[in-house]
């Protein structure tokens, strides 16, 4: 895969450390400067510093799980897109995520081949959104 995109930034937020570190290692391949965070206070706390281009957001995790995670990101800034990754296999949640602004939402097991075509289209979008600001 050609990523169009390199050293863009992107956020994984996911409290199971085992995707953490199984994205990381892929997204990592394709030229992307990639960090990671634990929970949505977690990433919030990061995104300021970090400033990811895109965010991986898992649904269900402890503290702040990922809807309201991806409200709070979205109030604040609106031009990060988010992608949402869930275990979840739920057209309410995924409906209300894309309602909330969430660019797509990406079934676990994750297809890292989908997952990464999500990525380089969000990032399409969010730097075609600067280019005309």
């Known amino acids: 895969m050609i990523n169009p995109f390199p050293n863009s930034k992107i956020l994984i937020v996911d409290d199971d450390t085992n995707v953490q570190k199984s994205l990381k290692r892929l997204i990592n391949k394709e ?39 991806l409200k709070m990101i979205k109030f604040s800034y609106p031009t990060i897109e988010v992608i949402i990754i869930s275990g979840i296999n739920s057209s309410k949640i995924n409906e209300d995520c894309l309602a909330d602004g969430a660019f797509s939402c990406v079934s676990k097991p994750v297809n890292f081949d989908f997952l990464f075509f999500q990525i380089i289209q969000a990032l399409e979008l969010r730097f075609a959104e600067e280019a005309t600001d």
Do not use: R
Request: with cysteine; glycine share 6%.
């Open 31 to 69: 030229n992307f400067v990639v960090q990671v965070a634990c929970d949505g206070e977690d990433a919030l706390s990061k995104i300021t510093d970090f400033q990811p281009h895109c965010i991986l957001l898992d649904i269900k995790m402890p503290y702040l799980n990922g809807k309201d995670t």
